[in-house]
């Protein structure tokens, strides 16, 4: 039980880390531009709070609700206006777009570069994660996997002189290698097995994969900068799949209701937040503390990509305001901008209160419990997906396969949903 409460501490402090991160990367980039900063705030900003000191123009203060953060910019037209913290401001300045607009993508910059040092101290002081890659089953239709002789349970070790550590690296050098043909090594009944087949133009063959036994720490051969370029080229990967399930995501939902991603049906119901990713970390914590870092880099790029999504209120949303005042010529008319904010932020907390409603009816039903794989290579119970998304074979921490030939090229989580505390 004391594990169970230490672990649910622990991922509330990794998320407040994490939103903490994004706003001082808007604070930072704003107050070398000359903006305006008059609150930094600790926590969600409304009930009793206390002001911990001022400094460059700036007062600090720490809220009794301590998820998350936020620093108000309103030369940035954020959220927060002058009369929003009563704290006293000097006269506007107008800044060029290109400032503000750094200003505003400084957050998702921050995200980004904080999930990258995680994944290079990972790889530096513990290896790449490894597990073994499985081909679970293929698409319903014949497929160029099939054909070519690959089988359900293969074990594939290399693809021609590439060492395979994880699914992420089989899909990603598929992807690298369109219409070409490859060398699939494989392990069939502890037998090594080569099977020769050419990629289509997207770089697929039709297959389903996911994870076997249990993750271990493979050193990363080469010296640090060969290091840092492997761990760059796997966030870069995992970045890529995050953002292709997203629109995946949102192309099937906005189509008939239902989506495709990663190889799974996936509906309004299954997209879930902050409960259901601190309930998810809490149990990978219990498990496997090693496992709790790439999990922490995936709800930091969560963050950015999340917070890039051209809505109001979000940092895409300035973003896109920007474009369009860059493109017009003049902003847009505050009137207009001002009900386009507001309904855009109705919205987005409907969105919330529906992904909320989704994480405590998952939890009472238990479909949020997470088993992670052991060595006698136990499957996770868990069947939901996350706004960071589960984590899933290629983290050798579930069951959820990748389908090869579908749009994502990646074995990574498969449902990205609204953030787990969006961040200005």
Known sequence: MLGEVFGYVIMLGILS???????????????????????????????????????????????????????????????????????????????????????????????????????????LFMGQPSQQTVVAGFPTEPTLAFKAGIKKDDIITKIDDAEIANSDDAVSYLGRHKATLVHINVLRDNKPVTVDVTTNENGKVGMMLTGKGAVTYRKVDGNFFQVAGVAAERLWNLTRSMVEALGDMVTGLMSGGKAKVGGQTVGVQDLHGVLAVIKIGADIAKQDWSQLLIFTVMISLDLA????????????????????????????????????????????????????????????????????????????????????????????????????????????????????????
């Not at 000191?53 to 720490?62: N, Q």
């Not at 999930?115 to 101290?121: E, H, P, Q, S």
């Not at 921490?397 to 090229?409: E, H, I, L, Q, R």
Request: proline letters at 8%; one cysteine or more; a neutral charge.
């Open 17 to 123: 880390i994490l939103i903490i991160v994004h706003e001082c990367g808007h604070f930072l980039v704003a107050r070398s531009f000359g903006f305006q900063t008059p609150v930094f705030g600790i926590g969600l900003p409304f009930g009793p709070y206390k002001a911990v000191g001022r400094k460059w123009g700036t007062e600090f203060r720490i809220y009794a609700f301590l998820l998350g953060g936020f620093v108000a910019i309103p030369e940035l037209g954020d959220e927060s206006n002058a009369d929003a913290f009563g704290v006293p401001l000097k006269p506007f300045h107008k800044f060029p777009i290109w400032q503000r607009a750094l200003v505003a993508f400084a957050g998702v910059a921050f995200n980004i570069l904080f999930a990258y040092l995680i994944m290079l101290c990972m790889f």
């Open 305 to 424: 990509i999340i917070n890039l999504v051209p809505w109001p209120a979000l940092d895409g949303g300035h973003l896109a305001f920007m474009a369009f005042e860059a493109v017009r010529g003049r902003p847009m008319g505050e009137r207009a901008q001002g009900e386009i904010v507001k309904w855009g932020f109705i919205s987005l907390i409907v969105l919330m209160m529906v992904i909320m409603v989704n994480d405590v009816t998952a939890l009472v039903n238990g479909k949020l419990d997470f088993k992670m794989r052991g060595k006698d290579g136990d499957k996770t119970e868990t069947k939901t997906t996350t706004s960071t998304a589960a984590p899933d074979a290629k983290n050798g921490t579930g069951d959820k396969p990748v389908d090869t030939s579908a749009p994502s090229n990646d074995a990574t989580p498969s449902t990205p949903a609204p953030a787990p505390a969006p961040a200005n």
